[in-house]
T-cell receptor
Framework: AQKVTQAQTEISVVEKEDVTLDCVYE???????LFWYKQPPSGELVFLIR??????QNEISGRYSWNFQKSTSSFNFTITASQVVDSAVYFC????????????????FGKGTLLTVNP | KAGVTQTPRYLIKTRGQQVTLSCSPISGHRSVSWYQQTPGQGLQFLFE???????NKGNFPGRFSGRQFSNSRSEMNVSTLELGDSALYLC?????????????FGDGTRLSIL
């Protein structure tokens, strides 16, 4: 089974629509981190957010919001009022195996969701 | 403040050769991580260096190695290149070790193996 599943391979929306990108993860660890990254057409990765397993508070940053639910092992990402500049591939990632020194982690990325926002 | 700089941007090699990629982190950043991105395998973690020490390594063969210098600049080396090593190699730097600090990525080095 995949450790990080991004079931939506591609999503296409029209500007100003809200869009939610799904991420479901699998781990037996109690201490882990979840991440979202953005990769625009230019290719560089952009770090968006990090959430540790003990912090289930939802987070909002401008038009971006994240919903972390341990009960369903999901860490979904919502873009409100999407814009053309939001067009990119979005990756969800899981870091597990965090020991006391934090150095033996295993980092797994999802396959990514290609979001296209049309004008 | 200059961002993460990766050189070269593009590289073409043939099977069996070796290659060295370079990453200059943001000034003051002590952690450098390397990732490989391919259409088939997606994004995969290669290794992380912090204060000149390899802190963690992903599931890659020994042909993939790296190092970090006292100025935090990092190099990764791939020996005996295979066709499957064709990929975008991304470097990220952060102030502290992963996952404690946000990462900043370079534009990547696109390596093509002929």
């Amino acid at each position: 089974a995949q450790k990080v599943t991004q079931a939506q391979t591609e999503i296409s929306v029209v500007e100003k629509e809200d869009v939610t990108l799904d991420c479901v993860y699998e781990t037996r660890d109690t201490t882990y981190y979840l991440f979202w990254y953005k990769q625009p057409p230019s290719g560089e990765l952009v770090f968006l957010i990090r959430r540790n397993s003990f912090d289930e508070q939802n987070e909002i940053s401008g038009r971006y919001s994240w919903n972390f639910q341990k009960s369903t092992s999901s860490f979904n990402f919502t873009i409100t009022a999407s814009q053309v500049v939001d067009s990119a591939v979005y990756f969800c990632a899981l870091s597990e195996g965090i020991d006391s020194g934090g150095s033996n982690y295993k980092l797994t990325f999802g396959k990514g969701t290609l979001l296209t926002v049309n004008p | 403040k200059a961002g993460v700089t990766q050189t070269p941007r593009y590289l073409i090699k043939t099977r069996g050769q070796q290659v060295t990629l370079s990453c200059s982190p943001i000034s003051g950043h002590r952690s450098v991580s390397w990732y490989q991105q391919t259409p088939g395998q997606g994004l995969q973690f290669l290794f992380e260096y912090f204060s000149e020490t390899q802190r963690n390594k992903g599931n890659f063969p020994g042909r993939f190695s790296g190092r970090q210098f006292s100025n935090s600049r990092s190099e990764m080396n791939v020996s005996t290149l295979e066709l499957g090593d064709s990929a975008l190699y991304l470097c990220a730097s952060s102030l502290g070790p992963f996952p404690g600090s946000p990462q900043h990525f370079g534009d990547g080095t696109r390596l093509s193996i002929l």
